[in-house]
């Protein structure tokens, strides 16, 4: 599995494509009054997937970051316990089964190495495989400090500890980050919809109202340039608050 390219299934494919038509329907009629504007936005659905496969991708490495977090504190644990290397993935992932169900990234990926361990395959081979297909710079950088220990003879349970301490760190900085931006992020997503919800009101409150917006080719390119800037105001919101560490 390659952690930065996302797959999507056929069900979450008509899912997707059932959201995008309804919000391209509703724009249209808010904007444009008529369901024939969203044939002429249809072509935007092949964006919209690429942005969702985007985020997907995102969601399920993030998934398997932080179970890679909690897979190396039971490696480090079964370390201390006396383990060899080997065995203790092996013990990290029989305690892993107990948290995660079947589905969950980080347990599909302690049973590989697992499965590699009893082909005999070398753990520097198993962790810069996984390093190489998760797109995760923590696991990546651990994949190189394990390889270059084993190979010099360090020490490898402090510098697991090491590792996961600061991996640890690092996530609990993320975390902290991402409890103050969620006010922030509710607030974007309801203002985002507040010049719809208006033109909605408006057109509800008073039909005739806006008539003129719909009926020239003035108000109609009124109307396109509103609905350029909404887009443009709704993408700088998501960017601002979405803040990598």
Known sequence: ??????????????RYAAVYILADVLISLLF???VLTAVVFLPGICFFFREVRRELAKKRRKQLERGFLVGMRCVSTALTAGYSVENAFTQAYEELQKLYSE?????????RIR??????RTMEELLS?????????????????FETAR????????????????VSQKEETRQEIEICLSAKKMEQNIMSLIPCLLIAYVGLASPGFLDV?????AGIAVMSICLG?????????????????
Do not use: C, H, W
Request: no cysteine; hydrophobic share 45%; aromatic share 12%.
């Open 1 to 14: 599995m390659d952690y930065k390219v996302y797959q999507i299934t056929k069900k979450e494919m008509f």
């Open 32 to 34: 444009y009054r008529s």
């Open 103 to 111: 589905k969950e990234p980080v347990l599909q990926e302690f049973r």
């Open 115 to 120: 499965v590699g361990i009893l082909l005999n």
């Open 129 to 145: 495989d996984l390093a190489q297909r998760s797109g995760v710079e923590d696991i990546e950088i651990f994949s190189e400090v």
């Open 151 to 166: 190979r010099t003879g360090g020490d490898l349970i402090a510098i697991i500890r090491s590792t996961t301490a600061s």
């Open 213 to 217: 917006m719909y009926q020239n080719p």
């Open 229 to 245: 800037v909404y887009v443009f105001a709704f993408l700088m919101g998501r960017k601002i608050v979405a803040i990598e560490i």
